[in-house]
């Protein structure tokens, strides 16, 4: 279980991923080694869910700047989850 939990970084409460949210597709922030097939049995583990379908993109990281030093933030994966008909995530959990 605790497998799981290393996969799933956190739900991304975005403007974008809540508007997904009817249409049963929830966006996660995953592990950057995590292919498709552990992020469906991670959501299905943690959330009691059947997961239809998973695409994933990596995020390219930011520039930061902090007075003269530029830097850029680590790159991340997203992965946007496609729930069976009827399933639902409780998002305020």
């Known amino acids: 279980m ?13 403007e974008k ?3 997904l949210a009817p249409i049963n597709k929830y966006v996660f922030e ?5 292919n498709k097939s552990e992020i469906k049995k991670a ?3 943690i959330y009691k869910v059947k997961v239809k379908k998973v695409n994933t993109m990596i995020m390219p ?3 930061r ?8 933030t680590a790159d991340w994966k997203k992965a946007v989850v496609t729930l069976q008909q009827g ?3 409780d998002i305020a959990t």
């Open 2 to 14: 605790i497998q799981e939990y290393k996969i799933i970084r956190s739900l991304l409460h975005t």
């Open 17 to 19: 991923g809540t508007a």
């Open 30 to 34: 995953v592990d950057r080694r995590a």
């Open 43 to 45: 959501v299905e583990e």
């Open 61 to 63: 990281g930011k520039l």
């Open 65 to 72: 700047r902090v007075r003269y030093v530029a830097g850029k």
């Open 87 to 89: 399933q639902k995530i």
